[in-house]
């Protein structure tokens, strides 16, 4: 089956401490994305990549690295530099350019800072 | 003033009455306009999707959009308890070279 596969699903994180979540896809899609979102809140634009080793700041990149060395994957570190990292974090895909819309997400990796 | 905005509720309404779910957006220009659902703990899912003036319908989906009224709504009729959901309102912006942008949500609670 097609889909978006993050991981892990839990990730529990000490103060200082920097942590990557890893997102695969094997739908074929061009871009990817990363997204984080807080209770309440809608989802707000950590990264995007719309092809291979090049990627974009969305609306909230400080503290946040990622990479796209290959199609399938766009993994996301949290660093330390990340004042409030706790978090719900998306990874979706697209088949085209951003602003077609129609995403496709992962099931989510939950963050939690102790 | 938010670039999307949804009321964050909760709506409750009773099993089999229609659900109208409301989102306003500031940016005139925008031209593709995107309902996902959200359940609980899960990720959202795309569920009907509205481009042009009018009203789009996909089973006991109905969105509707009015530019001129920068408005885009969602009805849901005969409403079930499997809708229950928070329902996210998405815009692509004109003005931020077509990226999307979300409201943060309506919570739907369908009572039995």
């Known amino acids: 089956d097609g889909g978006i596969t993050q991981s892990p699903k839990y990730l529990f994180r000490k103060e200082g401490q920097n942590v990557t979540l890893s997102c695969e896809q094997n739908l074929n899609h061009d871009a990817m994305y990363w997204y984080r979102q807080d209770p309440g809140q809608g989802l707000r634009l950590i990264y995007y990549s719309q092809i291979v080793n090049d990627f974009q700041k969305g609306d909230i990149a400080e503290g946040y690295s990622v990479s796209r060395e290959k199609k399938e994957s766009f993994p996301l570190t949290v660093t330390s530099a990340q004042k409030n990292p706790t978090a719900f974090y998306l990874c979706a895909s697209s088949i085209g350019a951003m602003n077609t819309g129609e995403l496709f997400f992962g099931e989510g990796s939950r963050l939690t800072v102790l | 003033q938010k670039e999307v905005e949804q009321n964050s509720g909760p709506l409750s309404v009773p099993e089999g009455a229609i659900a109208s779910l409301n989102c306003t957006y500031s940016d005139r220009g925008s031209q593709s306009f995107f309902w996902y659902r959200q359940y609980s703990g899960k990720s959202p899912e795309l569920i009907m999707s509205i481009y042009s003036n009018g009203d789009k319908e996909d089973g006991r989906f109905t969105a509707q959009l009015n530019k001129a009224s920068q408005y885009v709504s969602l009805l849901i009729r005969d409403s079930q308890p499997s809708d229950s959901a928070t329902y996210l309102c998405?815009?692509?912006?004109?003005?931020?070279?077509?990226?999307?942008?979300f409201g943060q949500g309506t919570e739907l609670s369908v009572k039995p």
């Open positions: 998405a815009v692509n912006s004109h003005n931020q070279g077509g990226k999307l942008i």
